[in-house]
């Protein structure tokens, strides 16, 4: 597996923005899709943004237009820069890595009103 480490989350009033970083224990140069999931309480997980190693991107509809997700392969580190953020943004954000499948443990993200 490989091992993902993510910081940047906190507290943020609505309209306001933050920046998640996922450091990756390998090179992202390799053939893989990283991004980030976030899960709500008492929801399920669901997708966020992706980025593949070729540089594709994919938004869920609800982040679109608000939230942008890069790579820094020097430093094997995805980024999601989050702005706009709305109160329904707030959950754990878990960054992701395929193949083989690998999660990283989460940061919290709150946006209050």
């Known amino acids: 597996q490989v091992q993902l480490v993510e910081s940047g989350g906190g507290l943020v009033q609505a309209g306001g923005s933050l920046r998640l970083s996922c450091a990756a224990s390998?090179?992202?140069?390799?053939?893989?899709?990283m991004g980030w999931y976030r899960q709500a309480q008492g929801k399920q997980r669901e997708l966020a943004a992706t980025?593949?190693?070729?540089?594709?991107?994919n938004y869920a509809d609800s982040v679109k237009g608000r939230f942008t997700i890069s790579r820094d392969s020097a430093k094997n580190t995805v980024y999601l820069q989050m702005n706009s953020l709305k109160p329904e943004d707030t959950a754990v954000y878990h960054c992701?890595?395929?193949?083989?499948?690998?999660w990283g443990q989460g940061t919290q993200v709150t946006v209050s009103s």
């Open positions: 390998r090179s992202i140069f390799s053939n893989n899709v």
């Open positions: 980025i593949t190693s070729g540089g594709s991107t």
């Open positions: 992701y890595w395929f193949p083989p499948t690998s």
